[in-house]
């Protein structure tokens, strides 16, 4: 024994010992090149590294610093290389001037390389790192590395370390077997055979004064051994040893266990009027003989309190497996399949959930017995019996019952076929449902769902012979936990009434259709969470001069508060962008606003307020191809150029709305070809609990490149069915938009100089584009407008005036300057001289307003195209014709 222990020690020291070798031989390389990877990396990356390498002089600039970094970091070489490959310093002197061996064609791309090449000393490591200039541009790369060679003496050099170590477990292992020998030779007092043979000899008159049955069978299946009490206990005749197990008139099951020789712990067996607790163990687990030894306890006495004790065991069980499994959702459905599974099978055959129907809808019911509608059945089969499957129409309990019922009472019927006889003439009695079911169920239990003094639906619970009849203990236990069921189940019926009126709330302030226009072809998506409602919110709105707002916001939190806010929020940017404000400007508006919301409100209730909302806001303009974009907080846009690729602009983040930061909202313009797409979003679509927002934007992104000839509703699609594979767990709001160019025939433009004459000359140019575009009926009320608009800016603004006419869904006229000075608009007496041609603009025009440019301002006035101009009367064109006299 002691030399097979010092065998197996030394073979397993051995193993470890080459297993270390083999480890440590591969850290060292994969150490070596980590180090040539952080000096090529570092030495690339390093201040002045670009100047020196393309100053006149690189080698006197850089060799100190290449010898010194292969000095530090004990590395073979390090060498600077130019563009064409050429050592222009190295760790080597000899080696500089000469060409590297190095492939730097993937370096010279922009990418770092780790790889196992031959050099002049034979295998090494290196790493390639590029050198680029502060435009990024790849100018050298920088190449260090060390010789396997040099690795392996470094291996080698730890062996005998190694070898040490071997021999001092090999010694301290073989000391410890000696000791464990000696122990065992010293607790067995060096005992021979005789003494041994006594020993035995003592086991066996114990072993047949003990009060337990003992049996010992062979592996033949044959009775070797039986002790006074197992002859007692199976009533064995003289002469049983070494018989066959199956001729000892013993009942089936017990000889079955017998001869198999399987493990049994305390099962329990009936001999003759006996109850026999029998354990089962084989011999042969510590080198004995083949065979197993049987103990037998008579536990006839026991059985009946055993019975009382384990009833009461399951009932503990289900009632605590109900306290932990029912309610685990804010669901009614899945609050009563919950009630339903935890019953079935240590306490009933077969459970059903029937609930009043206004449960479902969250209501609370009035005359529940009424309107039961099965919610949930389980039972021990797959499938549930004919007739009680849930959805369907549940029938109500009867008069007597439902008395009893609507007090928080349960019923108790113990034996069903007694109660059919009882109850024969009453069709509300469960006796036909269970006649549909079969002729299994025996017993049934009745327990109500009743929660803060309302009767939600009952639970009915169904046993089979195979469980025995109910008892007023199980009637106890079933009230007990229909009365945590109800609990969970009113909770689930609330947050479902709150969960639609939030709902309702949110999508009534989302928009109940996009506005027509021409700029943008759009499609749209809002997916609701899976169990809350947030703050999500999108919109489509048309500004002046054919330009189209894209809106897309996000306020943290769910819930009612939430979608209020949300609704808020979206007004109050409709409102601002009436104002024609970039977007930057808009949001800053938006941000003052939250924090005076928050002011205003956080005394009274003590929340938080709004802090925390979102918002992308983009301005499309279809003349010129321009969108201005900001951001307050919410992830940037994906951009899809008709030749399929996707980018992420560089949109400057700022806070989110409402954080006090009082940081500006920086606005950026991109010029978009014809038919690009423009993808906005909410966090919901990109992050979840398994996906950060960085992956998800990359997933995104890949989702949509590639594919240049989708339309805005496909893209949705594509989008949702790559990113949203189940139920979301957060708001998703969607919106592509696919841009559209306005005609160029429909763009009209003119300088007007600095003389009241010229008025004359662009209303004849303006009548004569109106008969281009079959326009002549609004030409007068559109020569009107312009008429004043232009005198106003010559009389009061600034020059360069300009006048241009879009014809889109509306004619559009709009006048320029460069003045910041804003007309607005009085009603004038009947003594006043001037004061009208606004008032007339206002009249023949569908909408008039201002917009601020960087300079100066644009006074534009719409005009609608689907019916007949209104004429001017004789009057109007009279005063008017005055103030232009003027």
Same mark, same amino acid.
């Given at each position: ?22 480890? %440590? ?103 390639? *790192? ?41 010694? $301290? ?262 006649? @549909? ?13 009743? /929660? ?65 226009? @021409? ?108 969108? /201005? ?64 927002? #960085? /992956? ?22 594509? $989008? ?34 600095? #003389?009241?004459?010229?008025? *004359? ?5 303006? %009548? ?39 014809? #889109? ?7 320029? #300057? ?56 004789? /009057?109007? $064109? ?9």
């Amino acid at each position: 024994m002691f030399l097979l222990q010092l065998a197996a020690v030394v073979v397993l020291v051995a193993g470890v010992m080459i297993t270390f070798v083999l480890s %440590a031989g591969h850290d060292s390389e994969r150490d070596s090149g980590d180090r040539a990877l952080s000096v090529a990396q570092g030495f690339a990356a390093s201040p002045g590294i670009a100047a020196a390498l393309a100053s006149p002089r690189p080698t006197e600039t850089m060799q100190s610093s290449v010898e010194r970094a292969a000095r530090d970091a004990q590395l073979d070489f390090v060498g600077v290389t130019n563009r064409s490959g050429t050592y222009e310093a190295h760790s080597l002197p000899d080696r500089i001037g000469s060409a590297t061996p190095t492939d730097l064609t993937p370096v010279l791309a922009g990418n770092t390389v780790r790889e196992q090449a031959e050099g002049p000393a034979g295998p090494q490591i290196q790493a390639s *790192a590029p050198v680029k200039d502060p435009n990024g541009t790849v100018i050298g790369a920088v190449t260090a590395g060390i010789a396997l060679s040099h690795v392996e003496d470094r291996v080698t050099e730890q062996l005998p370390i190694v070898l040490g170590l071997f021999v001092g477990v090999v010694t $301290v292992m073989t000391g410890g077997a000696a000791l464990v020998s000696r122990r065992l030779l010293r607790q067995t007092h060096g005992l021979g055979p005789v003494e041994i043979t006594r020993m035995y000899e003592h086991h066996d008159a114990v072993l047949h004064s003990v009060k337990e049955g003992v049996l010992i069978v062979g592996p033949d299946a044959r009775l070797l051994l039986a002790n006074d009490e197992a002859r007692r206990l199976l009533s064995l005749t003289p002469g049983a040893e070494g018989r066959s197990v199956d001729a000892l008139g013993l009942p089936l099951r017990t000889a079955e266990l017998l001869a198999s020789g399987r493990v049994a712990t305390d099962e329990v067996h009936p001999v003759g009027d006996r109850t026999l607790a029998v354990n089962q163990q084989p011999t042969n687990r510590h080198g004995g003989p083949d065979g197993s030894v049987t103990t037998l306890r008579d536990t006839t006495e026991l059985e009946a309190l055993t019975g009382k004790v384990e009833a009461s065991r399951k009932r503990w069980k289900v009632l605590y497996e109900a306290s932990v499994s029912i309610g685990t959702s804010l669901d009614v459905t899945r609050t009563a399949e919950e009630l339903a599974e935890a019953a079935v099978p240590d306490f009933a055959d077969l459970v059903t959930v029937d609930l009043a129907e206004p449960v479902f809808r969250g209501e609370e019911p009035t005359r529940w017995e009424q309107e039961l509608r099965r919610a949930a059945t389980a039972g021990v089969g797959e499938s549930p019996p004919p007739g009680l499957g849930p959805g369907q129409a549940a029938p109500a309990p009867s008069a007597a019952q439902l008395h009893a019922l609507a007090g928080g009472r349960g019923i108790l019927e113990a034996d069903l076929r007694t109660a059919s006889r009882r109850h024969v003439r009453d069709p509300g009695h469960p006796e036909s449902v269970r006649q @549909n079911a079969g002729d299994g169920f025996r017993s049934l239990v009745i327990a109500p769902l009743s /929660a803060r003094g309302t009767v939600l639906g009952i639970a009915r619970f169904w046993r089979t012979e195979r469980h025995g009849p109910f008892e007023p203990d199980d009637l106890a236990l079933a009230e007990e936990v229909a009365v945590q069921a109800a609990v969970c189940i009113d909770n689930a019926r609330r947050y479902t009434r709150e969960h639609t009126v939030a709902e309702t709330l949110q999508r009534s302030l989302l928009p109940g259709g996009l506005p027509e226009q @021409n700029a943008l072809e759009v499609a749209h998506r809002y997916l609701s969470a899976h169990a809350r409602v947030g703050g999500d919110w999108f919109d489509v709105i048309k500004l002046s001069g054919a330009r189209v707002a894209l809106v897309v916001g996000d306020v943290v939190g769910h819930g009612v508060h939430a979608a209020a806010t949300m609704g808020r929020l979206r007004t109050a940017v409709h409102h601002f962008s009436a104002l024609d404000l970039p977007p930057g400007e808009l949001l800053a508006q938006l941000d003052e606003l939250v924090a005076r919301i928050d002011a205003d409100e956080a005394p009274h209730d003590g929340s938080a307020g709004i802090t925390g909302a979102t918002c992308l806001y983009a301005v499309y303009d279809p003349v010129t191809g321009d969108c /201005a974009l900001a951001r307050a907080g919410h992830p940037p846009p994906v951009v899809l150029p008709p030749d399929g690729t996707a980018f992420l602009p560089d949109v400057p983040v700022s806070p989110p709305l409402g954080t006090g930061a009082n940081l500006p909202y920086e606005t950026v313009k991109l010029s978009l070809p014809v038919a690009s797409r423009l993808v906005l979003f909410t966090d919901g679509l990109i992050g979840n609990r398994h996906r950060d927002l #960085d /992956a998800g934007l990359d997933l995104l992104r890949t989702t949509l490149a590639g594919r240049p000839h989708r339309t805005p509703e496909q893209t949705c699609q594509d $989008v949702l069915d790559a990113m949203l594979p189940g139920r979301p767990g957060d708001d998703i709001a969607l919106l592509v938009a696919r841009t559209e160019r306005l005609d160029p025939a429909h763009v009209a433009e003119w300088d007007v100089p600095h #003389d009241f004459a010229a008025v *004359a000359t662009v209303r004849r140019e303006c %009548a004569r584009r109106l008969a281009e575009w079959d326009l002549e009926e609004i030409s007068f009320a559109t020569e009107l407008i312009l008429s004043e608009l232009i005198t106003n800016a010559i009389r009061y603004g600034t020059q360069p005036v300009r006048v241009r006419l879009l014809k #889109d869904l509306t004619l559009i006229c709009e006048i320029s #300057d460069a003045s910041s000075t804003s007309p607005h608009m009085r009603r004038a007496t009947d003594t006043d001289e001037g004061g009208r041609g606004l008032f007339l603009v206002a009249q023949y025009a569908e909408h008039w307003g201002t917009r601020y440019l960087p300079r100066g301002k644009v006074i534009w006035a719409s005009q609608s195209l689907r019916g007949a101009a209104v004429e001017p009367t004789a /009057a109007q $064109v009279d005063a008017l014709l005055d103030q232009w006299d003027e």
